[in-house]
């Protein structure tokens, strides 16, 4: 079956004008008639495509959560050793934590969790918790090879990546801090990776 192309672009035009309205004003703020003034069209045709404004606003924490964590899922490490995959990974997730739109929309996500207790909870398990089974896993072949202390591989992913986001994650969620640079990246990161590894690895990488 051939795709509507032109129904694709509506859909892509309303979920993209419901996310700048959602991060600029918050979830309460914004109406249906507020996102229809950015886009036209019906309320008949965006409740065709999301159902309503709850709908629109999981659809949004959804798309967020799939491209913005698309390339840190898809990292193939395994043929690194454990200080070159940790600094790949490390810097994929510093850089998904400092951008603004992931950002935006984990401000948003906190702010409504009590309304929305299962799309809190789908929200966690699709980003952070995706993040981590990503890493455990890489924990684990590193241990099987020798590279890594045995021991709770999900711990010490929970750990590692404590390390990546110290305090300016906080700092950014609450408006206070701006956006790492390429430099001050790769020295927060390698420096993580560094005490990282001092506590769990069995031998030098």
């Known amino acids: 079956m051939i795709p509507n192309t032109r129904t694709q672009k509506k859909q892509s035009e309303i979920l993209n004008a419901a996310t700048e309205l959602f991060l ?3 979830y309460d703020a914004v109406s249906l008639d507020d996102i229809l003034a950015r886009v ?4 008949t045709t965006l409740y065709s495509y999301y159902g309503d404004k709850e709908g629109l606003f999981a ?7 799939q491209t913005k964590l698309a390339p840190l899922l898809a990292l ?14 490390g810097h994929q997730f510093v850089s998904l934590v400092s951008n603004p739109e992931g950002r935006g929309v984990f401000r948003v996500m906190i702010a409504e969790a009590p309304r929305f207790p299962d799309l809190a ?15 455990r896993h890489h924990i684990e072949q590193w241990q099987k090879k020798g590279y890594l ?10 750990q590692f990546l404590g390390l990546m986001t110290g305090n300016f994650h906080l700092k950014n969620l609450l408006g206070l801090g701006e956006r790492l640079s390429e430099r001050q990246m790769k020295t927060w990161v390698g420096r993580g990776v560094e005490i990282f590894l001092e506590g769990v690895s069995l031998r030098e990488q």
């Open 121 to 135: 909870a789908a929200f966690f398990a699709r980003g952070p918790e995706a993040v981590i089974r990503t890493l």
């Open 76 to 89: 193939n490490l395994t043929d690194l050793a454990p200080a070159e995959g940790l600094s790949v990974i």
């Open 24 to 26: 600029e004003r918050g």
């Open 59 to 65: 659809a949004m924490v959804e798309r967020t959560c």
């Open 149 to 158: 202390r045995c021991g709770n591989a999900e711990m010490m992913a929970v």
């Open 40 to 43: 036209g069209g019906s309320k």
